[in-house]
C-alpha cells in the first residue's frame, strides 16, 4: 500500500527557516514524480514544487528561490527545505506523488502545518 | 498561468439529491483536468481524471465531463460520506493550478 508521511511542520518567525519531510512506503520515492502542495488556511490549493530527477526541480513563482525540494533515496524520503519564511507561507504542506502520464496527484500525505508568525 | 474558477462557492443539497459543480479554466484545457475531493481535516483524493476517467475505486456515481474551458462533476445521488471540499486542477501547462473549490454541504 503507497503511503506518505509529511513531518517537520511547525511555528518559526518570519525570516525563518524550517526543513519538512515526506517518508515514502510502498513504492521508490526516488522512482517517481514527487512534489509539495500547500493550503493556507480557508483557501484553495497552490502547488509549491516538483522534483523528477536528481537534476530537475521546478517551483512556484511565489518560493522560488526560497524553496529547495530534494529526496533521500536510502530513506526512500522526500524533502522541502523552507528559508526566509513570510507570514504568506502559512498553510498545510502536504506531500503528494504526481502521475508522470496525466500530471495528476495519485497519492497524498496528511499534511503537516507551517505557521509563519513573530 | 492559468486561472481555474469554481462555482458556486457553496453547493447545499439534501441526501439522495443530485449535485452539479462546475469548473472554468481561463485557457483551453483539452480535456486535462482532475477533480479532488477533500474532507476536514483530510489530504485531498483524486475522483476523475482527463476529465471523465474515474480514478481507480471511486463509485459510480461520481461523473465528470466536459472539455476546452468549461467542465462539470456531477454526483448522482448524494450520500453522507460525500459532504466535502472539491476542487478542480488543470494538468494543460505548468505551473499546474486548481480551482478555489465547491463546498458540498448538507441542506
Known amino acids: 500500500e503507497v503511503q506518505l508521511m509529511e513531518s517537520g511542520g511547525g511555528l518559526v518567525q518570519p525570516g525563518g527557516s524550517l526543513r519538512l519531510s515526506c517518508a515514502g512506503s510502498?513504492?521508490?520515492?526516488?522512482?517517481?514524480?514527487m512534489t509539495w502542495v500547500r493550503q493556507a488556511p480557508g483557501k484553495g490549493l497552490e502547488w509549491v514544487s516538483v522534483i523528477y530527477s536528481e537534476t530537475s526541480s521546478y517551483y512556484a513563482d511565489s518560493v522560488k528561490g526560497r524553496f529547495n525540494i530534494s529526496r533521500d533515496k536510502s530513506k526512500n524520503t522526500l524533502y522541502l527545505q523552507m528559508d526566509s519564511l513570510r507570514a504568506e507561507d502559512t498553510a498545510v504542506y502536504y506531500c503528494?506523488?504526481?502521475?508522470?502520464?496525466?500530471?495528476?496527484?495519485?497519492?497524498w500525505g496528511q499534511g503537516t502545518l507551517v505557521t509563519v508568525s513573530p | 498561468e492559468i486561472v481555474m474558477t469554481q462555482s458556486p462557492a457553496t453547493l447545499s443539497v439534501s441526501p439522495g439529491e443530485r449535485a452539479t459543480l462546475s469548473c472554468r479554466a481561463s485557457q483551453s484545457l483539452g480535456s486535462n483536468l482532475a477533480w479532488y475531493q477533500q474532507k476536514p481535516g483530510q489530504a485531498p483524493r483524486l475522483l476523475i481524471y482527463g476529465a471523465s476517467t474515474r480514478a481507480t475505486g471511486i463509485p459510480a456515481r461520481f461523473s465528470g465531463s466536459g472539455s476546452g474551458t468549461d467542465f462539470t462533476l456531477t454526483i448522482s445521488s448524494l450520500q453522507s460520506e460525500d459532504f466535502a471540499l472539491y476542487s478542480c486542477?488543470?494538468?494543460?501547462?505548468?505551473?499546474?493550478?486548481f480551482g478555489g473549490g465547491t463546498k458540498v454541504e448538507i441542506k
Open positions: 486542477q488543470q494538468y494543460n501547462n505548468w505551473p499546474l493550478t
Open positions: 510502498g513504492f521508490t520515492v526516488s522512482n517517481n514524480y
Open positions: 503528494a506523488r504526481l502521475r508522470s502520464a496525466e500530471l495528476v496527484f495519485d497519492y
